[in-house]
Structures are given as structure tokens and as C-alpha cells.
């Protein structure tokens, strides 16, 4: 006699129950979470739910669409096909592996009761990035406050930067040797930052070349970036009051191409053999020729970058060097002007608060890791405080 139960002597899966839909947090809508009680024959029972089968539908009556499936002891699933603003209903199936003779198991779904209706919407705010809208609202309160202390006249303290205090000197020593001052505005275009950077400082040389009535010359890899660089030496110059003593052709293109253009500097180098040589802005592996032929000549170099590979290498070979960050504050150091002084001061106390911060946090994390039994989350208390945010 065949003992081998038939697909109908065998007991159908219990259905899961509490099935809900609700929009998935921090995201910008088009996601639904779907989640249910487990069946009571999921670890339990009968003990033959084997998946869950999630179907969707747009009305409580149907129709139903499968959209994805869930292994056994899942009690969730992430609905990403959604549009954002319409209503949808879901059931979840429990499914079972029944025998059946002569021939391979067959699966048996029991459908739970639809959920009620849900929707996707967009958040304005990603509550998991509450650290990030703090520290966000302390450097801009820095920032507005110090923009507030300049303008009232009150003296703003601004660490000294030698290579812009030497910018006089520098440019002196040009005029009294009666030699030319080369000025390299970076290898790349006005879309890197860098080299803002470093048209903002050839505004200030300019203007004390005329002042000095020395020679400048800006040769530059960018057709954008002669342009630019243009208006601001005439700008210093009219400024200064030499308006006469500006020459156009003293700013010129020499080559987009990277090692053509360091060579054909080098080249002017070699024959002009000018005293001062200024490098700000974005380098390559170009930075140590054109550092060590100037180098070669005697010349007096102050270079700037915030390229951390070329930084060694303007080190050795120059007189100064602006660091990093030194480049980009060179505007506010330069002209003291009340809003670019409060916003350096209000971004660099931002960030010792900000850094001040993380350390508390490391501090408090390896005080909690050593003295609490990290296996035991409910002792963790305020080890664990962002769980605080966790809307999930």
C-alpha cells in the first residue's frame, strides 16, 4: 500500500497575519516597507513554510501581482517599484512544500488578509544624517557670528602666512635687480578651484608690481584662463594707479599640453633669468621641473597648492610654501575685507568644534567598549545614543 500522502491529505500552512505597508523612511518616496507576523507554522507547527510571496495590488479586492519573495523567518520586504503618492494593498503568502506521487513536491501558498492601504511620500529631511545638520548648524552659526565681529570693526586674529608676507619683499627684490617677475597661474582651468585660488593672489602681485613699477609676465596653458588673468593685472594696475604701465602681451598662452607647457617655461627661465618666480595653483608632475629650474637661476620662488603629491616637492625647492588650505585663504588674508576675514575665522572654529566632537565620541566609544559588556545592548545606554534616531 502506498503510504505517500496526496497533495490534498496534506495540511495547508497557516497564513501570516498582520500584514502592513508603510512608507520607507529617509528616502525620497518611491519605496514601500511591507511587513507581517511570521505563520505560526514558520519554526513552529507544522513546520513546512519554506517562503513568503509579497503581491500587490492598487485596490483591497484585487487584482494581486506577485512583486518578489521572502525566505522563511523573514517578517519583511522592501517594495522599490512603487510611485509615490499612489495607494496600494499587499498580501503575503506562506508557502509550503507539499509531496505529491510519481512526481516532484508542489508548492502550496496560503494568502494572508490584504493590508491596508499605504503610500510612498518624500522626506525633507534623512533623519540618519542628524549628526550631519548639526554640525552643519554650527559651522554656519560660527560663520555668522565672526562675519558679524568684523564688520563691527572688531580686530579678527588671522595666523600670519609668510609666503603672502613676502610677497613684498619678493617683488622688491625683482625691481632692484631690474628683472622680470613670472607668475604661473597652475597647469589646469578656470573649473578648478585652485586656480581661483591663484588668480585671486596675482591681483594682489600685480598690484604691488605696479605699485613697484616692476615687469610681470603670466604665461598660462588656458586660452580661459590668459583671459581672466588679464582682467585682473589690468584691474590691479588701474587700481594702483598705472594704468599706463599695464601690457596686455605680458599675459600669454604658450600650450594645453602638460610637459610642453613646462618646457617652454623653463625655457623663458633659462634666457629671462627672472628674479621672482610665483607658482599658485594646480600642479602636476610638472611642479619639480619648473621648481628646480627656477631653483637652478637663483630665483626667489613662493609657490602654493593644494595638491598633497607636489606639496614635497615645492617644499624643497622653494622659498615658501602655502599649504593646502593657505592657498584658499589667501583671498580673505590678503584683503581683509569683512566677510571673506569672518567667514575663515567661522569655518576653521567650525571645525576645531566639529573635531572636538569626534574625539568626545571616540572617547565615550572606547570608554563604553572597555568598561560594558558590549554582547548586552541594553547596558550600552548612552554608548548607544543614536539608536535614539533610528526610526526605522
Request: proline content about 6%; charged content about 20%; hydrophobic content about 45%.
Amino acid at each position: 500500500m502506498n503510504s505517500t500522502p496526496t497533495l490534498a491529505q496534506v495540511p495547508p500552512p497557516h497564513p501570516p497575519t498582520g500584514v502592513k505597508g508603510r512608507d520607507s523612511r529617509n528616502d525620497d518616496g518611491g519605496s514601500i516597507l511591507v511587513t507581517w507576523e511570521k505563520s505560526p507554522d514558520d519554526g513552529a507547527g507544522l513546520k513546512n513554510v519554506v517562503s513568503y510571496k509579497i503581491l500587490r495590488g492598487t485596490a483591497a479586492s484585487g487584482p494581486f501581482d506577485t512583486i518578489g519573495a521572502s525566505t522563511a523567518g523573514q517578517t519583511s520586504f522592501t517594495d522599490a517599484r512603487v510611485r509615490t503618492g499612489v495607494g496600494y494593498y499587499y498580501e503575503v503568502l506562506a508557502v509550503a512544500m507539499a509531496p505529491q506521487p510519481g512526481g516532484p513536491p508542489v508548492g502550496v501558498a496560503v494568502p494572508s488578509d490584504p493590508s491596508p492601504e499605504s503610500r510612498s511620500v518624500a522626506q525633507w529631511f534623512h533623519l540618519g544624517r542628524i549628526n550631519a545638520l548639526i554640525g552643519l548648524i554650527i559651522l554656519c552659526s560660527a560663520i555668522l557670528y565672526f562675519i558679524a565681529q568684523a564688520k563691527s570693526g572688531k580686530p579678527i586674529f588671522i595666523r600670519k602666512i609668510a609666503g603672502l608676507e613676502a610677497v613684498d619683499e619678493a617683488v622688491g627684490r625683482a625691481t632692484e635687480m631690474g628683472r622680470k617677475i613670472f607668475y604661473i597661474p597652475g597647469s589646469q582651468d578656470m573649473d578648478e578651484v585652485q586656480t581661483l585660488a591663484g588668480i585671486t593672489i596675482l591681483g594682489r602681485v600685480a598690484k604691488v608690481a605696479a605699485d613697484y613699477e616692476a615687469d610681470l609676465e603670466v604665461p598660462v596653458s588656458r586660452s580661459l584662463v590668459m583671459v581672466t588673468c588679464r582682467e585682473v593685472v589690468k584691474e590691479a594696475f588701474l587700481n594702483a594707479g598705472r594704468p599706463d604701465a599695464y601690457k596686455e602681451d605680458n599675459i600669454y598662452y604658450l600650450t594645453d599640453e602638460q610637459f610642453g607647457y613646462a618646457a617652454g617655461i623653463n625655457g623663458l627661465v633659462v634666457r629671462d633669468k627672472p628674479a621672482t618666480m610665483f607658482f599658485m595653483g594646480a600642479f602636476y608632475a610638472e611642479s619639480l621641473i619648473l621648481a628646480e629650474t627656477a631653483n637652478s637661476i637663483g630665483a626667489i620662488q613662493i609657490a602654493g597648492t593644494a595638491m598633497p603629491a607636489q606639496l614635497p616637492f615645492f617644499i624643497a625647492a622653494c622659498d615658501y610654501t602655502l599649504i593646502g588650505e593657505e592657498l584658499f585663504a589667501a583671498s580673505a588674508y590678503l584683503s581683509k575685507e569683512p566677510k571673506l576675514l569672518g567667514s575663515l575665522k567661522g569655518q576653521d572654529l567650525g571645525k576645531v568644534i566639529i573635531l572636538g566632537t569626534i574625539l568626545v565620541g571616540i572617547i565615550m566609544t572606547s570608554i563604553g567598549a572597555l568598561t560594558l559588556k558590549t554582547n548586552d545592548p541594553e547596558r550600552l545606554g548612552w554608548y548607544n545614543i543614536a539608536k535614539w534616531f533610528d526610526v526605522q
